[in-house]
């Protein structure tokens, strides 16, 4: 398989909540939500870097999608990354989080493989990361 991972999408209960939260709280562009005209449907974009979206459906459509069934959450599935260039930019970022709803469970802090790191919880229970590695150098 050729990684060619174009879209992130993840579960949320309430779409607006989420949109609220990611696109007035985190900033990231969207053009809001679409497909609402189509059952089950209804889903946010938000561009990421070149190539990459976020993506915000509900968990029920999610579900009805895949055909598969709709389960409690678990915020120990996964985690999505931000990197950054620096500890303060870690720090701007929490602090953003955190003024937006976030829940931080894991404040930034030194990590004992020489980087810089926090971690929080979107309103919808999805964990972020949010890092600083010096050995990845400059991140765009």
Known sequence: MK???SVITIGVDNLERALEFYRNG??????????EEFDNGAVA?????QGLKLAIWRRQDIAHE?????CLPSPTEFTLGQNGNSKSEVDAVMAQAKQAGALITDP???TFWGGYSGHFQDPDGHLWEVVWNPAWGEVD
């Open 108 to 110: 930034a802090h030194d």
């Open 3 to 5: 990684p060619r991972i």
């Open 26 to 35: 985190l900033g990231l562009p969207t053009e809001g939500i679409v497909g």
């Open 66 to 70: 895949t055909k598969t069934m709709l």
């Open 45 to 49: 974009f938000f561009d990421l870097q």
